[in-house]
Every structure is written in C-alpha cells, then in structure tokens.
C-alpha cells in the first residue's frame, strides 16, 4: 500500500487529478468520497510510516529534507518528495475525504525528526500553508497539535542564538490563533522567574571600578524579573527604591549630550540587538554612556511600576506611602527619559501611548477575554409548509375590526342616551369661565383681604367669597361664626373708607369735603333704611359727623336681627364694589347731590 502512494506522490500534476483516487485504491472505504474512523487511522498510521521512511532516506543521502527526491520533470517548482507528500494529504483534509488533523501530526513527526536547520526549512512550508491550515474545518481539529508543535521547536531554539526564528515561530502563533484565544494570553499573570541575569559576585582584580554600584546596578534585574514580589512584602520594596535611588542619581550625575546620542545609532544597533545583558564589570562604564542601554533600564522601570499601579491589582497589598513612592519615582524616570538622546520628547511619548493601550489589555485579561469576534446574524429561514400567514382583518387592523363587531352586537349603542357625547360649546366653555373668575377674585383676595384669602385653604372658594353673594343653602355652612364676618366686615369698611378717601384726594383735591359729605348721606341712607335708630344716623348725616364704626353699631344695637345684618353686609358690598373699580357711580352721586 505504502508503495502505491510513494508512486502516486512521483506523478506530475497538482492533487486534486490522483489524490482521491489512490485513497480508493489502498483502502478500499465503504463510502466512496469520506473515510471512517478506522480507515482513517489506517490511513494515518501509513503515511506517518512512509513519511518516516522519507526522512531516513533523506538523512542517508546527505540532502536537505524538503529537497530530497526532486523530480526530474518537476524542475520549474523544485519540490521535493515530502513536501509533495505533503501537499495531498493536505488536499484531503481540506475537502475532508480524511480526517482533518492528519496534516498536523504529519507535520510534528517531521519537525521532531529533523534538525534545527531543516526546522527552518519545514516551518517555512508551514507559513506558506497557513491560510489553509487557518479553515476553520481544519483548524478546529489541529490546533492543539499545531501549539505543541511551535512549543517544541521554541524550546530547542537558542534564545540568544535564534533570536529570528523564535519571533517567526511567535508571529505565526499570533497569526494562527484568534485575538481571544485563552492558551496564549497568560490569564493568572504568571512571570517568567527562569530568566535570570547572572553578575559577577565578587570585586575582579587590577581593575578599578565601583563594585559596589555595579552590584547595586544589576541587582535590579531580580526585581525587574518578578514583580509580583513587591506588591507585599514592604521590606524588598524599600531596599529596591534605595537601589534605585542610587541607580537614578548616577544618571542624573552623568547626563548625556546630543553628540553622544547621535554617536550611537540604534537603528544599526537594531541589526546586532541581544537578548540578554552583557553584565562584565569590565563594560560597566561604557554601557552608563551608551543611550539605548540606559533606555532599556529606564524602560524596564516603567514597566515595573505600570503593573504595580494597575487598577484593582494590589489597592488592599499596597499603602499609601508606597503608592506615593511610586509616582515619584515614576516621574522622576520619565524626566530622564525625557533627555536621553537622541529624540528623548519622542521616545517617551511612545512609551507612554503603549502603555496606555497596555491597560485596556489587563482590563480585557480580567473580565474573562471575552471574544473580540462577532457572529454574523443568522438569517432564519422559514420551511415551505411551516410559513404562517398573517391574520387579515375586516378594517385593517384588530381594534377596528373589534369595534366594528361591537356595533353589530349593540345596535342601540349610537342611540343611548348615557353614552359619551361631545358637550355644546357653552356648557364645554362654562366650567372654565368660572375658574377664570375665580382665579381673579383669588388675586383680589390676596391684595385687600388676607385674612379672607387665609380661609381658602380650609373652606375653598367659597370661604373666601362674601357671605352675602353665596346661595342660601351654602351661606348656612358659614351662619355659626358671627364675630369672624363682624371682624371681616369691618376690615373691609375700613379699607374701603380709606381707600375712597386717597383717590378722592389724588383726583379732585378741591371737593375733598363735598366727596366726604355724599358718601356720608350714602351711608346713612343705607342705614336708615336697615336699622330702627333713625335719630342718631340723622344727627350724623345733617351734622357732617364721622359715620360710627361697626363695632360701634355692635354696642349701640347688640339685638340687630339677621335681616339687618344682611342688609348692612349688602351696602358694604355696594361700596366694596365701588372701591375695587376705583370710582364711584357718578349717577348715584348726583342723585345725592340733589
């Protein structure tokens, strides 16, 4: 079987032409397009042998692996057998004639049977697949296979040494794996404490350098590796901001200049860059001069205290002192940032922008790495048979129609005499003339009569009205109170009388005693007619005397029946009527005159 597919994999064309064809062939399947699970594994465990078989063959000749057994006529491509191999199996997974993840364990057997220099060579084959290797279809199956995989080689690699390929390998994780994949976002926050940096412990010989500085200087390097272990323990944090003090003052003692900054050119030093720090103390006093070294741990600082301030990370583990500590020394870092050569203005702003995004990484990392991704809407589609009609109505819609069938059931419902009907104009206009009148009799009311207007609370409109414009049936309410009307009306008397008296005066200065003398006779015409004293109000009329007050008439004629009061109470209103227009009746005053 195996010797089948060794030829199959030897003819000229592209997969789709043979590929199908000699898996019918060798396995025979009982669906003629799908494998089953144990043809599958039959299928798979051949071509793994096969593949194993190539490889040896490959490492026997002395050839590279992907380039081993090119054909003859297929000189344009330069492909060699595995990479053919390859390629048709990668063709069934992909129209799934097999199962999905067969390409991915063909894949890691070959990277874990050859060298790290054939690595470069198949991870190179993996990055020209990877839209393919993406499908959903395919990935869904391979992608737990295709993360050992990259792990394996990344821990072969030389991290110092391949540099290159560790990036290549991390940017097609990157690629390959959806934005809110959890396998690659380190979710409990765990630091990499294997990383250490390694200094020299003791003072070296004939060699003139502060040690002490240089053991203070790269002792930093154990915090700057673990974080995490600031956030409580107050003891490590107090000796890290003393080394750092020491650290940030030598760096403020040796500023750089402009010449050494552009003496240094990073984008060359980009080309040369290293993993790890040169840490001899024979190279301590050249790195303080070299700007992009500086730049590193200034960086790294910031780094620092970027996870110690993160929000809701250590708010009950850190104090205020130390929150404090960390601002200062924060902005004491960016200063120096700020002037380290070349462009320190904008290196920093750089720093800070990412920074800033960094925190919306840490939000998202904490709320569980919710899926960047939405799902298109699904449109539901509706099966023939199962579509249900929308109601029809006789008028259009359901409350119209249910109105009409209301009338049919109720053929007397227009005739009724208790149903709604829409009111004549006048009886809709009288409720509202009277709350005009009484809102304005309110205004009055306020102005002149206070203690009138305090009843309004209690007893309504109608406690403020006068007693006498009130219907009898309502004025009965307000009959048992007699010393409150006495009181009011003479309140009322009073104003009125001054009131009359002031116009009279402002208007017709000259026949002030003529106004006073006819509203006299008015007043004791009133009298005359409601009470039986006829004598003493004639003596007041002829003479010209002031009318006596009420509380006057009160003491002279305590026996005054209801009849006379309502008359009295009917002549004040007269004259209140008078003073609220602001003139008297020129025809009753002529007929005074008279």
Not at 220 to 226: A, D, P, V
Request: some cysteine; aromatic content about 8%; charged content about 30%.
């Amino acid at each position: 079987m195996m010797e089948a597919f060794r030829k199959a994999i030897l003819q000229a064309g592209p997969p789709e032409t043979f590929a199908l064809k000699t898996v019918q062939e060798v396995i025979k399947p009982q669906k003629q397009t799908k494998l089953a699970q144990d043809e599958n594994q039959l299928l798979e465990n051949m071509l793994r042998t096969l593949l194993q078989e190539l490889v040896s063959s490959a490492v026997q000749s002395g050839e590279e692996i992907m380039l081993y057994g090119k054909s003859i006529d297929d000189v344009d491509e330069m492909q060699g057998v595995i990479p053919r191999l390859l390629d048709v199996v990668l063709y069934l997974c992909e129209k799934e004639h097999v199962e999905g993840g067969m390409i991915f364990q063909l894949l890691e057997d070959l990277t874990e049977m050859s060298t790290m220099r054939n690595c470069k060579d198949i991870f190179r084959y993996i990055e020209s697949k990877q839209d393919i290797l993406g499908k959903q279809e395919l990935f869904a199956r391979g992608k737990l296979v295709m993360l050992r995989t990259c792990n394996q080689l990344l821990r072969r690699l030389s991290k110092a040494n391949d540099v290159v390929f560790c990036g290549r390998i991390l940017m097609f994780l990157a690629r390959f794996f959806p934005l809110s994949e959890r396998s690659a976002v380190n979710i409990k926050g765990v630091f990499n404490t294997s990383n250490e940096t390694k200094y020299e412990k003791d003072p070296p010989e004939g060699i003139s350098v502060d040690f002490n500085f240089y053991r203070t200087f790269w002792s930093l390097q154990e915090y700057f590796c673990n974080p995490a272990s600031l956030s409580n323990a107050p003891l490590k944090w107090q000796k890290f901001t003393a080394s750092l003090m020491v650290v940030l003052n030598t760096f403020d003692a040796q500023p750089l200049s402009e010449e050494e900054g552009a003496e240094n050119n990073l984008e060359e030093e980009a080309t040369t860059f290293n993993i790890k720090y040169l840490t001899s103390s024979k190279l301590m006093g050249l790195e303080l001069k070299d700007p992009s070294f500086r730049r590193h741990i200034l960086l790294q600082c910031l780094i620092l205290f970027d996870y110690l301030k993160a929000p809701g990370k250590n708010d009950k583990d850190s104090s205020e002192s130390m929150k404090e500590e960390i601002n200062s020394c924060e902005d004491r870092v960016k200063k120096l940032l700020e002037v380290t050569p070349p462009k320190g203005k904008d290196f920093l702003h750089s720093i800070e922008h990412i920074l800033d995004r960094e925190k919306n990484w840490v939000w998202w990392k904490r709320d569980g790495c919710q899926p960047f991704e939405k799902q298109p809407i699904e449109k539901k589609t509706v099966h023939d048979g199962t579509k249900k009609r929308r109601p029809r109505w006789r008028l259009g819609n359901k409350e119209l129609s249910q109105l009409w069938k209301w009338a049919d059931q109720n053929p007397n419902a227009l005739t009724d005499s208790q149903r709604v009907r829409t009111p004549t104009i006048s009886d809709y206009w009288k409720p509202l003339a009277e709350d005009v009148y009484c809102w304005k009799g309110l205004r009055f009311s306020a102005r002149q009569d206070l203690e009138g207007f305090s009843k309004f609370t209690e007893h309504g409109i109608e406690g403020v009205v006068p007693l006498e414009l009130l219907p009898p049936e309502v004025r009965s309410k307000f009959q048992g109170k007699p010393s409150d009307r006495s009181k009011r009306a003479k309140k009322e008397e009073m104003r009125s009388t001054s009131h009359q008296v002031e116009e009279s005066q402002i208007a017709t200065p000259a026949s002030e005693i003529e106004g006073e003398g006819i509203r006299a006779d008015a007043e004791a015409s009133v009298a005359v007619m409601d009470t039986d004293v006829s004598t003493a109000t004639g003596n007041n009329s002829q003479g010209g005397t002031p009318t006596p007050e009420p509380d006057e008439h009160q003491k002279q004629s305590p026996d005054t029946d209801v009849g006379q009061e309502a008359g009295q109470l009917e002549a004040d209103a007269e004259v209140e009527t008078g003073m609220i227009d602001g003139e008297t009746d020129p025809e009753a005053e002529s007929d005074h005159v008279g």
